[in-house]
């Protein structure tokens, strides 16, 4: 882009690769003309920064904000890269002595909630009722449940000498691989879950008996989201209709898209004009979730004329760390080829330790933690890292046996919690009347009533067009009178045209009177998250749009860790690598480094597969700044119970600790280890002190 034709002060703090990317494209009366640009954004390289700062530019340049659109992975992020651009925008502004001209980017959210939003905008044109219900992942798994019974395949599988049919979280996995993946069902269950291949048939029935009774009760799932979007852009009338909302359309993480959201940006910019994506294909971690590497492998195939510009200046770890990422991550079979530098000095080797189990490796890492505590780095500036959560296991007892706080990341979630889901489904009867797990859930709230009840009062509201005041009608014998009662007005008054949020205070209020007869244990806890639950619905404009946010992008809240953290003003952070993907830490230590978990022991049949696990022990490499230990127990016991026996076998070198990798670390052994080889060293020696005593006085 020209210098010439718009201040550029709101680039000085980017390099030069960030700047190449931010500025991208030729500016135009109105705006800006961009072919299609892939910003390789190494780990720790600033990639939030050269995003935000590249729609900031775009707005500066004359774009219209309102023709932006911004997809990420997570609200926060987007929130976090809008508010970014807002900064920039503002500053600029105020240097040009137009102070209070700033920007808000009302099209930035994640690929769900875009998707949500556009699916209610165009209902009319594609059989949806406009005020469909977004099921979170349980609910599936239920409606999918409720629709296994009611096609007798549990009962079927009961029969002596068939073969088990999968339950319901299993069924909800095998149809959200085959949707965002887009590939046969068979397909799927040959590759992934081999051992339901027998049920092919039944499931394709299951889940053709699932997609009606979504339609029927107005209701999406996750992955529907995008599959009725991707399907909405297969017509070339309302493809181009929704293209012609968008000037340029900016795309976060681009590694851990699926093949739906590829299909539905490529018909979005089918030349790839505006389009921008960020990404890092050596942090491509999330196969499991249907993420297609090959997305942002292939992107210039996609899109002909595409230019790449990749940022390799970290600014988060020392040199020799990722001198050891970067031997790590160039043994990739494919990837694009980046060294990342640090502009923060050599700094220590990072270490790899061997220790003798895992009980031992939970001690010297608790050792080696206390001790960087002692050098001034925090408890919280600290973080272990493991493959699996019950790789942990031993941590969490040590740290307990020591009383020293922590937290752990991949424990129970926000919408876990009976009473946060209990409040939701309040909400979402009351948004949509239709949705039967939300009745199912409600109406048992009620104490005397059971699930033939609830099948009763659901069986009332289908009877009476889902009319929320007819339940007024409905006689339910078992119920407790007072609380029935309370709950029709509850619903009634909420189903009306009532303001929001005011509407959802009472239902929070109706609902608290309950958790002393739902919950045994002490329910401060969790009238504090109802009450934040109230809170947080002030910041949404509608009812609608709070149940859907909260289902597609649910909040942590510290009432649902499963620790006592929160007691403490520092704490260690306890993590899997997935859940550390966009965090850093000064110290890291991951665990159980071996055969068999660095590479998962079910990722060695392809080449594919192995690349995908040595990317993730570069992500969880790449979360240091100034110290990371690899830690390698010799011995894994078979089972827990067998701790104190000798159940056990040995843990294999992890095949991604080739010479070329660990002439980059320090390596040793832990206390216990060492000081037995010392032992070992002294078993033959004898020595006669007293005669050497006596010798200083001959």
């Given amino acids: 882009m020209n210098a010439a034709v718009m201040d550029t002060r709101h680039l000085a703090t980017l390099n030069d690769a960030q700047r190449e990317a931010v500025t991208h494209g030729r500016a135009q009366s109105g705006g800006v003309d961009a072919g299609p640009l892939l910003i390789i954004a190494g780990a720790g390289s600033g990639k939030t920064q050269a995003l935000s700062h590249r729609a900031a530019h775009l707005v500066l340049a004359g774009v219209d904000p309102r023709r932006i659109l911004l997809l990420t992975f997570s609200r926060r992020a987007a929130d976090e890269m809008a508010r970014r651009a807002h900064r920039v925008v503002a500053a600029s502004m105020t240097a040009r002595g137009r102070a209070n001209q700033a920007v808000t980017l009302p099209w930035a959210g994640t690929f769900h909630a875009v998707g949500a939003r556009l699916l209610r905008l165009h209902a009319d044109h594609l059989g949806l009722a406009e005020n469909f219900s977004v099921m979170d992942r349980s609910d599936s798994a239920d409606l999918l449940d409720v629709c296994r019974q009611r096609l007798g395949l549990a009962r079927a599988s009961a029969q002596p000498g068939a073969a088990r049919f999968p339950r319901k979280d299993t069924c909800l996995g095998i149809y959200s691989q085959t949707i965002n993946r887009q590939i046969p069902l068979a397909e799927v269950l040959e590759t992934r879950y081999p051992w339901c291949s027998a049920h092919h048939d039944a499931l394709k029935q299951l889940f053709a008996a699932y997609t009606q009774r979504k339609l029927e009760r107005a209701s999406l799932d996750y992955d529907d989201l995008l599959l009725y979007w991707a399907l909405m852009m297969r017509n070339d009338q309302l493809a181009a209709a929704v293209a012609a909302r968008f000037d340029h359309v900016l795309v976060d993480e681009y590694q851990d898209t699926n093949t739906l959201q590829a299909e539905i940006l490529k018909r979005l910019c089918p030349s790839g004009h505006g389009l921008c994506v960020v990404g890092d294909d050596a942090q491509a971690i999330y196969g499991f979730r249907a993420a297609e590497v090959d997305n942002i492998l292939d992107f210039g195939?996609?899109?002909?004329?595409?230019?790449?510009?990749?940022?390799?200046?970290?600014?988060?770890?020392?040199?020799?760390?990722?001198?050891?990422?970067?031997?790590?991550?160039?043994?990739?079979?494919?990837?694009?080829?980046?060294?990342?530098?640090?502009?923060?000095?050599?700094?220590?080797?990072?270490?790899?330790?061997?220790?003798?189990?895992?009980?031992?490796?939970?001690?010297?890492v608790v050792d080696t933690v206390l001790e960087r505590r002692e050098t001034g780095v925090d408890l919280k500036a600290q973080a272990v890292l493991f493959r699996n959560a019950h790789h942990a296991n031993d941590v969490e007892v040590e740290l307990i046996r020591r009383d020293i706080p922590f937290r752990k990341y991949?424990?129970?979630?926000?919408?876990?919690?009976?009473?946060?889901r209990d409040l939701l489904a309040l909400l979402r009867l009351a948004d949509n009347p239709k949705h039967e797990i939300a009745a199912f859930r409600v109406f048992q709230m009620v104490p005397g009533v059971g699930p033939a009840g609830a099948r009763h009062a659901d069986a009332h509201l289908a009877r009476h067009n889902h009319l929320l005041d007819s339940l007024a009608g409905c006689r339910m014998p078992r119920a407790e009178p007072?609380?029935?009662?309370?709950?029709?007005?509850?619903?009634?008054?909420?189903?009306?045209?009532?303001?929001?949020?005011?509407?959802?205070?009472?239902?929070?209020?109706?609902?608290?009177?309950?958790?002393?007869q739902r919950f045994d244990a002490p329910t401060t806890a969790r009238a504090g998250d109802i009450d934040d639950l109230v809170r947080m619905a002030g910041h949404y404009d509608s009812r609608s749009a709070f149940v859907t946010e909260l289902t597609l992008d649910p909040p942590s809240a510290t009432g649902d860790h499963n620790d006592d953290a929160d007691l403490d003003e520092d704490y260690l952070v306890l993590s899997t690598v997935h859940s550390a993907k966009g965090?850093?830490?000064?110290?890291?230590?991951?665990?159980?480094?071996?055969?068999?978990?660095?590479?998962?022991e079910y990722a060695t049949h392809s080449a594919a597969s192995l690349d995908e696990e040595r990317r993730l022990m570069y992500v969880a490499m790449t979360r240091a700044r100034n110290h990371l230990e690899l830690v390698s127990p010799l011995r894994y016991y078979v089972t827990e119970q067998h701790r104190h026996g000798d159940r056990h076998v040995y843990g294999a070198t992890s095949r991604f600790l080739t010479p070329a990798v660990m002439q980059h670390f320090e390596t040793g052994t832990d206390r216990p280890a060492a000081r037995a080889a010392a032992e070992k060293a002294i078993a033959d020696v004898r020595l006669d002190l007293g005669s050497s005593a006596l010798a200083m006085w001959d």
Avoid: C, M
């Avoid at 991949?410 to 919408?415: A, D, N, Q, R, T």
């Fill in 482 to 516: 007072t609380a029935w009662q309370a709950l029709v007005e509850q619903l009634a008054g909420a189903a009306a045209d009532a303001p929001w949020p005011a509407l959802i205070e009472p239902l929070a209020a109706w609902y608290k009177t309950l958790l002393d």
């Fill in 583 to 600: 965090r850093e830490w000064d110290s890291v230590y991951l665990l159980h480094v071996a055969d068999g978990t660095f590479p998962n």
């Fill in 410 to 420: 991949g424990g129970l979630k926000f919408l876990e919690a009976a009473h946060v």
């Fill in 301 to 364: 195939d996609h899109f002909p004329g595409t230019t790449r510009v990749t940022l390799e200046q970290n600014y988060r770890s020392t040199s020799a760390i990722l001198d050891a990422a970067n031997a790590l991550i160039a043994e990739s079979s494919r990837g694009y080829a980046k060294r990342l530098v640090s502009e923060r000095g050599a700094g220590t080797r990072p270490r790899h330790t061997t220790v003798a189990d895992s009980q031992a490796e939970a001690v010297h």
